[in-house]
């Protein structure tokens, strides 16, 4: 019989190729950077080909260990998927779940969920992972984690969605601003004003400048900010005015700033809460549900 690698063996090599550096592979695997070392070793004898080019300074993948662990990525998945499959059969949500969730809704949907979730499903191990998402889905369709809370619209390949719920945007802007006497605003209002956004590569950019029919290269934008947080401060010290979603409005964001929130106008379009996985994972089911456990809590917050 053909002696054929290990998913130990495969799952070392992995590491190593996202780390560069056995120390860190052997951390990320949970072992000694000796096993792991005598682990890609025995892999190398298996196969009988170098995988790994190894120095004093650095470490990488031959070509060839290049494919081998592209191959042994998608072997680990599809491992990974069944021991998924027969634990979502016998009881769903329970077992480990590694979710994505971008940095515009973990802060402000996370301390709201995570109670009622752990009462509701006390065996659910819940690994979370905060990263814009792009890298989130590049995430996802590796392998490294299970499902993503995003935001829609987002252009995704390969994947399944839940919608969750809609998240109208608010304007946020000093109490002295000429739009903050109005109590309802119109996208035309905001063609002018000083508009805060966040930096390239958050997708609230782009939903933000949607909801105010404004093109996504816009003129006279000088300052952006790195996080939600700081687009507020920036806001309060009467930098401009900005759109922040109702879901961090409503935990908070605004609190303490002095800032005046206004809603727009009902035709105004909202960014859309979504779960997403895999369309290969077996626990699809499971994610349906986490989806309307979701939205049953956000719910119940509203009628609160």
């Known amino acids: 019989m053909k002696p054929l690698p290990t998913l130990r063996q495969l799952r070392y090599l992995s590491a190593l190729a996202e780390h560069r550096h056995f120390g860190r592979a052997a951390e990320a695997c949970l072992v000694t950077q000796s096993t792991l070392s005598a682990g890609l070793q025995e892999l190398e004898l298996i196969l009988g080909s170098t995988l790994v080019e190894r120095t004093k ?52 949907l996370l301390p709201r969920l995570l109670p009622p979730l752990r009462q509701s499903f006390p065996k659910l191990k819940l690994y979370l992972r905060e990263d814009l998402s792009a890298r989130l889905l590049d995430g996802l369709n590796s392998g490294q984690i299970d499902a993503a809370l995003l935001a829609l619209p987002y252009a995704a390949e390969g994947v399944e969605v839940a919608e969750i719920c809609q998240d109208p945007f608010l304007l946020a802007c000093p109490p002295n601003h000429p739009l903050a006497a109005k109590p309802q605003l119109c996208p035309d209002d905001l063609a002018e004003a000083e508009l805060l956004l966040l930096e390239d590569g958050h997708c609230l950019r782009e939903h933000a400048l949607a909801a105010c029919h404004l093109p996504s290269a816009r003129g006279g934008e000088s300052i952006r900010g790195t996080s939600l947080h700081t687009v507020v401060q920036m806001a309060a010290s009467g930098l401009g005015v900005t759109l922040l979603p109702r879901l961090a409005v409503e935990a908070g964001a605004a609190e303490g700033t002095g800032l005046a929130v206004r809603p727009l106008g009902e035709d105004a379009p909202a960014r859309v809460l979504a779960l997403m996985w895999r369309k290969s994972s077996p626990r699809g089911a499971e994610f349906h549900q986490l989806a309307q456990f979701v939205a049953d809590v956000l719910a119940a917050g509203h009628k609160g």
């Not at 599809?78 to 590694?98: F, K, W």
Request: proline content about 8%.
């Open 57 to 108: 300074r650095w470490v990488m993948l031959t070509p060839l260990g290049v494919e081998v662990e592209r191959r042994g990525a998608r072997l680990l998945r599809e491992a990974e998927d069944m021991v998924d499959m027969v634990q979502a059969a016998s009881e769903p949500l329970s077992g480990s779940l590694r979710l994505g969730v971008i940095p515009t809704i973990a802060p402000y």
